[in-house]
């Protein structure tokens, strides 16, 4: 079992930067691959960004790339997601989730633990 506790949500202008972590308990996480999901109201579920179990590899959206950064700490048990030049249209609830095997993917049914999640609200 995998339990994710989100953190770091909040409101910020455009323009700014938010950092959110994502704590996990159990024994497994460093053979997880991690991601960051993101819900905007009226919306689907949607991917924003993934780490291999070894940090080593990651995956971003396009609407993403070049102003998030996904990183994990394996000691830790916690996986974070700095995000820079924040855009009104980021505004959504955050989710930290975990995959159930351990081969990167953008797809949300290959997610088997997720995190109450976080609101991120960015007003322009």
């Known amino acids: 079992q995998v339990q994710l506790v989100e953190s770091g949500g909040g409101l910020v202008q455009a323009g700014g930067s938010l950092r959110l972590s994502c704590a996990a308990s159990?024994?497994?996480?460093?053979?997880?691959?991690m991601g960051w999901f993101r819900q905007a109201p009226g919306k689907e579920r949607e991917f924003v960004a993934a780490i291999s179990a070894s940090g080593g590899s990651t995956v971003y959206a396009d609407s993403v790339k070049g102003r998030f950064t996904i990183s994990r700490d394996n000691a830790k048990n916690t996986v974070s997601l700095q995000m820079n030049s924040l855009k009104p249209e980021d505004t959504a609830v955050y989710y930290c989730?975990?995959?159930?095997?351990?081969?990167?993917?953008?797809?949300?049914?290959?997610?088997?633990?997720w995190g109450q999640g976080t609101q991120v609200t960015v007003s322009s």
């Open positions: 159990g024994r497994t996480f460093s053979s997880r691959v």
């Open positions: 989730a975990a995959t159930w095997g351990v081969a990167i993917t953008t797809l949300a049914d290959s997610y088997g633990y």
